[in-house]
DNA sequence: CACACTTATTCAAATAGTTCAGTAGCCAGA
DNA sequence: TCTGGCTACTGAACTATTTGAATAAGTGTG
Protein backbone atom coordinates (compact mmCIF):
# COMPACT_ATOMS: atom_id res chain seq x y z
CA UNK A 1 0.00 0.00 0.00
CA UNK A 2 2.69 2.14 0.83
CA UNK A 3 4.91 1.61 -2.44
CA UNK A 4 1.91 3.84 -4.05
CA UNK A 5 3.08 6.93 -2.11
CA UNK A 6 6.58 6.02 -2.25
CA UNK A 7 6.29 6.48 -6.18
CA UNK A 8 4.29 10.02 -5.08
CA UNK A 9 6.94 11.05 -3.47
CA UNK A 10 9.74 10.38 -6.21
CA UNK A 11 7.52 12.19 -7.91
CA UNK A 12 7.89 15.37 -5.98
CA UNK A 13 11.51 15.78 -7.46
CA UNK A 14 10.15 15.81 -11.01
CA UNK A 15 9.21 14.19 -14.01
CA UNK A 16 10.56 10.95 -14.36
CA UNK A 17 10.39 7.59 -16.60
CA UNK A 18 9.60 3.98 -15.02
CA UNK A 19 13.54 3.93 -15.82
CA UNK A 20 14.51 6.62 -13.96
CA UNK A 21 12.41 5.59 -11.03
CA UNK A 22 13.86 2.44 -11.14
CA UNK A 23 17.18 4.05 -10.47
CA UNK A 24 15.98 6.27 -7.83
CA UNK A 25 14.58 3.29 -5.85
CA UNK A 26 18.02 1.94 -6.33
CA UNK A 27 19.60 4.35 -4.50
CA UNK A 28 18.52 6.87 -2.35
CA UNK A 29 14.87 5.75 -1.74
CA UNK A 30 16.19 2.02 -1.31
CA UNK A 31 17.07 3.60 2.02
CA UNK A 32 13.37 2.91 3.35
CA UNK A 33 11.46 1.75 0.20
CA UNK A 34 13.35 -0.80 -2.10
CA UNK A 35 11.21 -1.67 -5.03
CA UNK A 36 12.10 -3.41 -7.76
CA UNK A 37 11.06 -2.01 -11.62
CA UNK A 38 8.39 -4.64 -12.05
CA UNK A 39 6.76 -3.36 -9.15
CA UNK A 40 7.59 -0.09 -10.37
CA UNK A 41 5.98 -0.12 -13.47
CA UNK A 42 2.87 -1.62 -12.70
CA UNK A 43 2.32 0.83 -9.84
CA UNK A 44 2.48 3.84 -12.29
CA UNK A 45 0.35 1.95 -14.40
CA UNK A 46 -2.54 2.12 -11.31
CA UNK A 47 -1.50 5.41 -10.40
CA UNK A 48 -1.88 6.79 -13.49
CA UNK A 49 -5.55 4.84 -14.10
CA UNK A 50 -6.55 6.43 -10.67
CA UNK A 51 -5.74 9.96 -11.68
CA UNK A 52 -2.70 10.59 -9.51
CA UNK A 53 0.15 11.06 -11.86
CA UNK A 54 -0.30 11.76 -15.43
CA UNK A 55 1.76 9.90 -18.18
CA UNK A 56 3.36 11.83 -21.09
CA UNK A 57 4.58 9.78 -24.27
CA UNK A 58 8.48 10.81 -25.39
CA UNK A 59 9.15 9.13 -28.71
CA UNK A 60 12.95 9.54 -28.81
CA UNK A 61 16.10 9.19 -31.38
CA UNK A 62 18.00 6.32 -31.17
CA UNK A 63 16.27 5.51 -27.83
CA UNK A 64 13.35 3.35 -27.23
CA UNK A 65 10.38 5.53 -27.01
CA UNK A 66 9.82 6.37 -22.80
CA UNK A 67 6.48 7.62 -20.74
CA UNK A 68 7.10 10.27 -18.58
CA UNK A 69 5.25 10.45 -15.48
CA UNK A 70 4.32 13.84 -13.66
CA UNK A 71 2.12 14.13 -9.90
CA UNK A 72 -1.73 15.34 -11.17
CA UNK A 73 -2.97 17.99 -8.36
CA UNK A 74 -5.40 15.11 -7.11
CA UNK A 75 -1.49 13.44 -6.24
CA UNK A 76 0.00 15.96 -4.64
CA UNK A 77 -3.06 16.06 -2.43
CA UNK A 78 -3.15 12.64 -1.43
CA UNK A 79 0.17 12.60 -1.31
CA UNK A 80 -0.19 15.34 1.54
CA UNK A 81 -3.39 13.81 2.90
CA UNK A 82 -0.72 10.70 3.54
CA UNK A 83 1.96 12.51 4.80
CA UNK A 84 -0.59 13.80 7.66
CA UNK A 85 -1.86 10.71 8.60
CA UNK A 86 -0.40 8.92 11.66
CA UNK A 87 2.08 6.47 10.93
CA UNK A 88 0.29 2.45 10.66
CA UNK A 89 3.33 0.90 10.17
CA UNK A 90 5.93 0.66 12.44
CA UNK A 91 9.64 0.31 10.75
CA UNK A 92 10.47 -3.03 9.30
CA UNK A 93 13.90 -4.33 8.87
CA UNK A 94 14.89 -7.79 6.87
CA UNK A 95 18.41 -8.50 7.18
CA UNK A 96 19.90 -11.96 6.30
CA UNK A 97 22.95 -10.96 7.52
CA UNK A 98 21.82 -10.01 11.02
CA UNK A 99 20.46 -13.57 11.22
CA UNK A 100 23.71 -15.32 10.28
CA UNK A 101 25.07 -12.88 12.68
CA UNK A 102 22.68 -14.16 15.29
CA UNK A 103 23.61 -17.92 14.71
CA UNK A 104 27.40 -16.95 14.28
CA UNK A 105 28.62 -18.61 17.12
CA UNK A 106 28.82 -22.76 16.02
CA UNK A 107 30.78 -21.40 12.60
CA UNK A 108 33.92 -21.32 11.93
CA UNK A 109 35.34 -17.50 12.65
CA UNK A 110 37.05 -17.42 9.62
CA UNK A 111 34.04 -17.36 7.35
CA UNK A 112 32.37 -15.31 9.83
CA UNK A 113 35.05 -12.96 9.33
CA UNK A 114 34.74 -13.33 5.86
CA UNK A 115 31.03 -12.18 5.73
CA UNK A 116 31.43 -9.13 8.37
CA UNK A 117 34.42 -7.71 6.21
CA UNK A 118 32.01 -8.19 3.33
CA UNK A 119 29.40 -5.82 4.67
CA UNK A 120 31.11 -3.84 6.37
CA UNK A 121 32.76 -2.87 3.03
CA UNK A 122 29.02 -2.60 1.29
CA UNK A 123 28.07 -0.69 3.96
CA UNK A 124 30.76 2.11 3.11
CA UNK A 125 29.92 1.99 -0.49
CA UNK A 126 26.87 2.85 0.04
CA UNK A 127 27.45 5.76 2.24
CA UNK A 128 29.73 6.96 -0.37
CA UNK A 129 26.91 7.25 -2.86
CA UNK A 130 24.80 8.54 -0.33
CA UNK A 131 27.47 12.08 0.72
CA UNK A 132 27.76 12.47 -3.15
CA UNK A 133 23.97 12.74 -3.30
CA UNK A 134 24.10 15.22 -0.33
CA UNK A 135 26.87 16.79 -1.62
CA UNK A 136 24.65 17.75 -4.88
CA UNK A 137 21.96 18.51 -2.68
CA UNK A 138 23.62 21.36 -0.73
CA UNK A 139 25.74 22.53 -3.86
CA UNK A 140 28.12 24.26 -2.17
CA UNK A 141 25.98 25.31 1.17
CA UNK A 142 26.75 24.56 4.83
CA UNK A 143 24.17 22.13 6.31
CA UNK A 144 22.84 24.69 8.60
CA UNK A 145 22.22 26.67 5.70
CA UNK A 146 20.37 24.60 4.08
CA UNK A 147 18.14 23.33 6.40
CA UNK A 148 17.44 26.89 7.15
CA UNK A 149 16.63 28.18 3.67
CA UNK A 150 15.88 25.49 1.19
CA UNK A 151 11.94 24.77 -0.09
CA UNK A 152 12.27 21.40 0.92
CA UNK A 153 14.04 19.71 3.12
CA UNK A 154 12.50 16.38 3.50
CA UNK A 155 15.18 14.51 0.97
CA UNK A 156 17.99 15.69 2.76
CA UNK A 157 16.64 14.40 6.22
CA UNK A 158 16.02 11.48 5.07
CA UNK A 159 18.70 11.19 3.52
CA UNK A 160 20.57 11.99 6.67
CA UNK A 161 18.81 9.06 8.05
CA UNK A 162 20.61 6.83 5.53
CA UNK A 163 24.00 8.15 6.20
CA UNK A 164 23.64 7.34 9.70
CA UNK A 165 22.55 4.11 9.29
CA UNK A 166 25.15 2.78 7.04
CA UNK A 167 28.04 4.43 8.97
CA UNK A 168 26.59 2.59 12.11
CA UNK A 169 26.68 -0.69 10.05
CA UNK A 170 30.25 -0.09 9.20
CA UNK A 171 30.99 1.14 12.90
CA UNK A 172 29.33 -2.69 13.65
CA UNK A 173 31.24 -4.41 11.47
CA UNK A 174 34.90 -3.00 13.04
CA UNK A 175 33.52 -3.67 16.52
CA UNK A 176 32.49 -7.58 15.59
CA UNK A 177 35.84 -7.82 13.97
CA UNK A 178 37.89 -6.38 17.35
CA UNK A 179 35.35 -8.85 19.36
CA UNK A 180 36.19 -11.95 17.30
CA UNK A 181 40.40 -11.04 17.11
CA UNK A 182 39.90 -11.05 20.88
CA UNK A 183 38.14 -14.01 21.67
CA UNK A 184 40.48 -15.73 18.86
CA UNK A 185 43.65 -14.33 21.08
CA UNK A 186 41.38 -15.39 24.74
CA UNK A 187 41.08 -19.03 23.29
CA UNK A 188 44.77 -19.39 22.48
CA UNK A 189 47.07 -19.91 19.56
CA UNK A 190 45.24 -22.92 18.46
CA UNK A 191 42.27 -21.12 17.48
CA UNK A 192 38.67 -22.07 19.24
CA UNK A 193 37.97 -25.34 19.90
CA UNK A 194 34.15 -25.13 19.34
CA UNK A 195 32.88 -25.22 15.50
CA UNK A 196 29.89 -27.60 15.71
CA UNK B 1 13.16 -18.47 2.46
CA UNK B 2 15.16 -16.66 5.48
CA UNK B 3 12.42 -16.81 7.56
CA UNK B 4 13.06 -20.27 7.49
CA UNK B 5 16.99 -19.34 9.35
CA UNK B 6 15.28 -17.25 11.47
CA UNK B 7 13.39 -19.42 13.16
CA UNK B 8 16.21 -22.39 13.46
CA UNK B 9 18.44 -19.18 15.04
CA UNK B 10 15.86 -18.27 17.50
CA UNK B 11 15.59 -22.20 18.35
CA UNK B 12 19.34 -21.56 19.09
CA UNK B 13 18.34 -20.09 22.38
CA UNK B 14 16.39 -23.56 23.10
CA UNK B 15 13.18 -25.24 23.23
CA UNK B 16 10.15 -23.05 22.24
CA UNK B 17 6.43 -22.94 21.32
CA UNK B 18 4.60 -21.49 18.57
CA UNK B 19 3.16 -19.07 20.67
CA UNK B 20 6.54 -18.09 22.69
CA UNK B 21 8.10 -17.81 19.18
CA UNK B 22 5.74 -14.83 17.98
CA UNK B 23 6.90 -13.06 21.44
CA UNK B 24 10.46 -13.63 20.33
CA UNK B 25 9.78 -12.07 16.78
CA UNK B 26 8.21 -9.17 18.25
CA UNK B 27 10.51 -8.03 20.39
CA UNK B 28 14.09 -9.05 20.03
CA UNK B 29 14.60 -10.66 16.40
CA UNK B 30 11.45 -8.63 15.43
CA UNK B 31 14.95 -6.30 14.99
CA UNK B 32 16.06 -7.37 11.34
CA UNK B 33 13.34 -10.72 10.38
CA UNK B 34 9.76 -9.90 11.93
CA UNK B 35 7.28 -11.96 11.58
CA UNK B 36 3.62 -12.68 12.32
CA UNK B 37 2.04 -15.74 14.43
CA UNK B 38 0.79 -17.44 11.20
CA UNK B 39 4.04 -16.80 9.05
CA UNK B 40 5.80 -18.78 12.25
CA UNK B 41 3.54 -21.54 12.75
CA UNK B 42 3.09 -22.22 8.82
CA UNK B 43 7.27 -22.06 9.01
CA UNK B 44 7.26 -24.44 11.87
CA UNK B 45 5.01 -26.91 10.32
CA UNK B 46 7.02 -26.83 7.43
CA UNK B 47 10.53 -27.55 8.89
CA UNK B 48 9.21 -30.32 11.67
CA UNK B 49 8.20 -31.89 8.23
CA UNK B 50 11.86 -31.36 6.96
CA UNK B 51 13.06 -32.98 9.57
CA UNK B 52 15.50 -29.89 11.03
CA UNK B 53 12.99 -29.08 14.46
CA UNK B 54 11.16 -31.84 16.49
CA UNK B 55 8.07 -31.44 18.00
CA UNK B 56 7.01 -32.68 21.26
CA UNK B 57 3.67 -32.15 23.09
CA UNK B 58 2.87 -30.69 26.61
CA UNK B 59 -0.46 -30.68 27.85
CA UNK B 60 -0.94 -27.85 30.62
CA UNK B 61 -3.09 -27.55 33.05
CA UNK B 62 -5.54 -24.48 32.80
CA UNK B 63 -3.64 -23.68 29.48
CA UNK B 64 -4.29 -25.17 26.49
CA UNK B 65 -2.05 -27.95 25.29
CA UNK B 66 1.27 -26.69 23.53
CA UNK B 67 3.56 -28.12 20.85
CA UNK B 68 7.51 -27.16 21.77
CA UNK B 69 9.97 -27.13 18.92
CA UNK B 70 13.89 -27.78 19.41
CA UNK B 71 16.14 -28.19 17.49
CA UNK B 72 17.43 -31.48 15.13
CA UNK B 73 21.15 -32.28 14.58
CA UNK B 74 20.01 -31.63 10.85
CA UNK B 75 18.38 -28.56 11.88
CA UNK B 76 21.77 -27.33 13.67
CA UNK B 77 23.79 -28.31 10.35
CA UNK B 78 21.67 -26.45 7.70
CA UNK B 79 22.15 -23.43 9.82
CA UNK B 80 25.43 -23.51 10.23
CA UNK B 81 25.64 -24.36 6.86
CA UNK B 82 23.27 -21.34 5.82
CA UNK B 83 25.64 -18.58 8.34
CA UNK B 84 28.79 -19.77 6.55
CA UNK B 85 27.78 -18.65 3.00
CA UNK B 86 27.92 -15.32 1.74
CA UNK B 87 24.88 -12.95 2.02
CA UNK B 88 22.74 -12.59 -1.07
CA UNK B 89 20.58 -10.19 -0.22
CA UNK B 90 21.12 -6.59 1.40
CA UNK B 91 19.52 -5.35 3.92
CA UNK B 92 15.69 -4.21 3.54
CA UNK B 93 14.34 -1.22 5.43
CA UNK B 94 10.95 -0.70 4.89
CA UNK B 95 9.31 2.78 6.71
CA UNK B 96 6.36 4.25 5.86
CA UNK B 97 7.12 6.62 8.77
CA UNK B 98 10.36 8.09 6.43
CA UNK B 99 7.91 8.13 2.97
CA UNK B 100 5.74 10.67 4.76
CA UNK B 101 9.20 12.75 6.17
CA UNK B 102 10.25 12.66 2.66
CA UNK B 103 7.18 14.10 1.56
CA UNK B 104 6.85 16.64 4.81
CA UNK B 105 6.97 20.13 2.78
CA UNK B 106 3.71 20.71 2.02
CA UNK B 107 2.11 19.32 4.97
CA UNK B 108 1.15 21.54 8.28
CA UNK B 109 4.37 21.55 10.02
CA UNK B 110 2.18 20.78 13.69
CA UNK B 111 1.03 17.85 11.79
CA UNK B 112 4.41 16.61 10.94
CA UNK B 113 5.73 17.60 14.80
CA UNK B 114 3.17 14.98 15.76
CA UNK B 115 4.39 12.64 13.64
CA UNK B 116 8.09 12.64 14.79
CA UNK B 117 7.28 13.39 18.18
CA UNK B 118 5.34 10.08 18.45
CA UNK B 119 7.91 8.11 16.56
CA UNK B 120 10.00 9.31 18.54
CA UNK B 121 8.16 8.14 21.93
CA UNK B 122 7.85 4.47 19.76
CA UNK B 123 11.90 4.61 19.54
CA UNK B 124 12.94 5.16 23.41
CA UNK B 125 9.95 2.77 24.35
CA UNK B 126 11.86 -0.15 21.98
CA UNK B 127 15.13 0.92 23.43
CA UNK B 128 14.11 0.83 26.33
CA UNK B 129 13.02 -3.08 25.95
CA UNK B 130 16.01 -3.39 24.06
CA UNK B 131 18.26 -2.49 27.47
CA UNK B 132 15.97 -4.92 29.34
CA UNK B 133 16.65 -7.74 27.59
CA UNK B 134 20.70 -6.42 27.19
CA UNK B 135 20.77 -6.45 30.82
CA UNK B 136 18.82 -10.34 31.54
CA UNK B 137 21.80 -11.17 28.94
CA UNK B 138 25.13 -8.99 30.61
CA UNK B 139 23.52 -10.46 34.27
CA UNK B 140 25.67 -8.32 35.88
CA UNK B 141 29.52 -8.57 34.16
CA UNK B 142 30.33 -5.60 32.05
CA UNK B 143 30.05 -6.12 28.07
CA UNK B 144 33.96 -6.33 27.79
CA UNK B 145 33.56 -9.27 29.86
CA UNK B 146 30.80 -11.02 28.63
CA UNK B 147 31.88 -10.38 25.08
CA UNK B 148 35.11 -11.95 25.75
CA UNK B 149 33.60 -14.65 27.88
CA UNK B 150 30.91 -15.77 26.57
CA UNK B 151 29.86 -19.40 24.99
CA UNK B 152 27.58 -17.00 22.49
CA UNK B 153 28.07 -13.57 21.34
CA UNK B 154 25.65 -13.24 18.51
CA UNK B 155 22.57 -12.61 19.90
CA UNK B 156 24.48 -9.87 21.64
CA UNK B 157 25.79 -8.13 18.75
CA UNK B 158 22.85 -8.15 16.67
CA UNK B 159 20.71 -6.81 20.33
CA UNK B 160 23.84 -3.85 20.31
CA UNK B 161 22.69 -3.18 16.58
CA UNK B 162 19.20 -3.30 17.51
CA UNK B 163 20.08 -0.45 20.25
CA UNK B 164 22.29 1.40 18.49
CA UNK B 165 19.21 1.35 15.63
CA UNK B 166 16.49 2.54 17.99
CA UNK B 167 19.01 5.32 19.31
CA UNK B 168 19.81 6.71 16.30
CA UNK B 169 16.03 6.67 15.28
CA UNK B 170 15.10 9.21 18.68
CA UNK B 171 18.38 11.23 17.88
CA UNK B 172 17.24 11.76 13.99
CA UNK B 173 13.69 12.73 15.54
CA UNK B 174 14.71 15.35 17.49
CA UNK B 175 17.53 16.61 15.17
CA UNK B 176 14.19 17.40 13.15
CA UNK B 177 12.35 18.92 15.76
CA UNK B 178 15.02 21.15 16.31
CA UNK B 179 14.66 21.96 12.40
CA UNK B 180 11.45 22.41 12.25
CA UNK B 181 11.75 24.66 14.94
CA UNK B 182 14.28 27.16 13.19
CA UNK B 183 12.55 27.14 10.41
CA UNK B 184 9.39 27.93 11.87
CA UNK B 185 11.45 31.09 13.66
CA UNK B 186 12.80 31.92 10.43
CA UNK B 187 9.30 31.99 8.56
CA UNK B 188 8.49 34.64 10.80
CA UNK B 189 5.91 34.67 13.86
CA UNK B 190 2.71 34.59 11.06
CA UNK B 191 4.21 30.50 10.01
CA UNK B 192 4.95 28.94 7.05
CA UNK B 193 3.55 30.46 3.76
CA UNK B 194 3.53 27.56 1.70
CA UNK B 195 1.06 24.92 2.62
CA UNK B 196 -0.27 23.56 -0.74
C1' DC C 1 32.02 -8.02 -36.07
C1' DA C 2 31.03 -10.45 -31.92
C1' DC C 3 30.04 -9.62 -27.02
C1' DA C 4 28.51 -7.46 -23.16
C1' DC C 5 26.10 -3.75 -21.28
C1' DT C 6 22.48 -0.01 -21.07
C1' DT C 7 17.93 2.00 -21.94
C1' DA C 8 12.96 1.02 -21.57
C1' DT C 9 9.23 -1.84 -20.81
C1' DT C 10 6.06 -5.97 -20.31
C1' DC C 11 4.40 -10.75 -19.07
C1' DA C 12 3.86 -14.81 -16.33
C1' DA C 13 4.70 -17.57 -12.45
C1' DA C 14 6.22 -18.47 -7.97
C1' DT C 15 7.04 -17.23 -3.29
C1' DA C 16 6.34 -14.47 0.76
C1' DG C 17 3.70 -11.86 3.83
C1' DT C 18 -0.78 -9.87 5.72
C1' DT C 19 -5.46 -9.88 7.30
C1' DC C 20 -9.48 -11.62 9.19
C1' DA C 21 -11.75 -14.84 11.48
C1' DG C 22 -12.52 -18.63 14.46
C1' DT C 23 -11.89 -22.12 18.44
C1' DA C 24 -11.45 -22.59 23.35
C1' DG C 25 -10.55 -22.20 28.17
C1' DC C 26 -8.87 -19.22 31.85
C1' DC C 27 -8.38 -14.89 34.60
C1' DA C 28 -9.32 -10.17 36.31
C1' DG C 29 -11.99 -6.15 36.96
C1' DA C 30 -16.59 -3.43 36.88
C1' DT D 1 -22.17 -11.84 34.95
C1' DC D 2 -20.34 -9.31 31.20
C1' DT D 3 -16.30 -7.56 28.97
C1' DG D 4 -11.88 -7.70 27.64
C1' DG D 5 -7.46 -9.76 27.53
C1' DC D 6 -4.16 -13.61 27.58
C1' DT D 7 -2.59 -18.28 26.13
C1' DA D 8 -2.33 -21.36 22.07
C1' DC D 9 -3.30 -22.52 17.68
C1' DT D 10 -5.57 -23.12 12.83
C1' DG D 11 -7.65 -21.95 8.18
C1' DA D 12 -8.69 -19.43 4.11
C1' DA D 13 -8.30 -15.59 1.26
C1' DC D 14 -5.90 -11.91 -0.10
C1' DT D 15 -2.10 -8.69 -1.37
C1' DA D 16 2.67 -7.80 -2.14
C1' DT D 17 7.10 -8.98 -3.70
C1' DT D 18 10.49 -11.57 -6.26
C1' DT D 19 12.29 -14.02 -10.21
C1' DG D 20 13.04 -15.12 -14.83
C1' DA D 21 12.43 -14.26 -19.24
C1' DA D 22 11.30 -11.76 -23.48
C1' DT D 23 11.39 -7.75 -26.70
C1' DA D 24 13.96 -4.30 -29.04
C1' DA D 25 17.26 -0.85 -30.25
C1' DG D 26 21.86 1.34 -29.23
C1' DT D 27 26.51 1.92 -27.45
C1' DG D 28 31.31 0.84 -26.33
C1' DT D 29 35.36 -2.53 -26.30
C1' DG D 30 38.70 -5.45 -28.21
Keep these: ?75 REQLAAFAAEPTRRPTAVRDEFLIKMQAMDGVDPRAVRALVEERRAWALGKLARYERVRERLLDGRTEEEYLRDADRVGPYLTLLAGITFERDNARWCERVLTVLGERRAAAGPAGPAALG
Design 1 to 75: MSLKYAVLAALLEGEASGYELSKVFDVSLANFWPATPQQLYRELERLAGDGLIEARTVPQERRPTKRMFSLTAAG
